[in-house]
């Protein structure tokens, strides 16, 4: 029998994505794979059913989907999606395979429950970062959208034009913008406010992305801070102590007080966001200056930040934008679609589901298998955080 691989419609409130894009369901099928989607699952990315069915897919319910499916793929996981995700969780059986972003290393109580379903769960968010996963790696993908989009709520809120424009009233100087974490979403944040026009400058604790910050038309900022250690073997940013983040705070002051736009993205897999930008320096900005904080699902990195609202302080407006990658749809389904569909092939051999845990990539984003979490990391951090649980 082929494998099944199935995609519903996301249950999350405010997703519009969808994990499966009707331009992939022939590569999948070509592997002979069978695909089945939900009724409407893209249709809130752009996506309608006929455009499925046009490519190969079967629309059926949801009931259907799960009963049938080998492999569910999906954007927003339990773990990702606790509350409303949790009515899924009776439809799994043991043996299927679930793909998508599921928190794993702070939904200790989720993954629990996936383990306890039987299902051979893998989080997207622990691709590794090794050159043959770069097709497969959705969070790149999903950071590329949000500092695109970053850059897009900062123009539509500044009360300035970004470019210099030299007209019969006189000339307007360019925005200046400073993107705050130079990961791929400040990378993309940067070449987008060069694109519109504005003069843009960056800081990131590695050192080592300075190259790349000029690369795409910005400034690097160098500050007097001890950075040797701020990197992982994984490329991602380190935290640090608070002792160093005191230090770097007092030397950005100075930088930011200078800016028309900040836009922070600085994010540690798994923890919370640091705080980069203290009140104090939010007030130091100019009134009608913007701060776009997208690590604001982590907690943000503004002191000022409301995960999901819109804060003044003293005319300066903190954007604490949630979901981000969802206000671009139809993009980010099929850039994550193309994501999922890369990892589905190295899942499945000649039309059949095989897990092979030989495989780096197959292992390293393995969180429960066989009733058990399986993955190193995200057994420490469930064991943490149920002991923290039951100590309270």
Known sequence: MPAIIGTPRETFPGERRVAVAPRHCEALRKLG?????EHQAGVRSGYPDDAYVARGARMVDRETLFSNADLIAQVRSLGANPDAGRADLAQFRPGQAVVGFGEPLT??????DLSASGVSFFAMELMPRITRAQSMDALSSMSTIAGYQAVLIAATHLPKMFPMLMTAAGTIAPAKVFV??????GLQAIATARRLGAVVSAYDVRPAVKEQVESVGGKFVILDVDSKTSEDKGGYAKAMDEAFYRRQRELLTDVIREQDVLITTAAVPGRKAPILVTREMVLAMQPGSVIVDIAAERGGNCEVTRPGETIVEQGVSVLGPLNVPSMVPFHASQMYSSNITSFIKLLVKDGTLNINLEDEIIRETLVTHDGKIVHP???EAVQSQLSASAGR
Request: glycine fraction near 10%; charge should be negative; proline fraction near 0%.
């Open 180 to 185: 705050l974490g130079v990961g791929v979403a």
């Open 33 to 37: 794979i069978e695909v089945l989607i």
């Open 377 to 379: 990391r995200v057994l």
């Open 107 to 112: 939904a200790a109580q989720e993954c629990s």
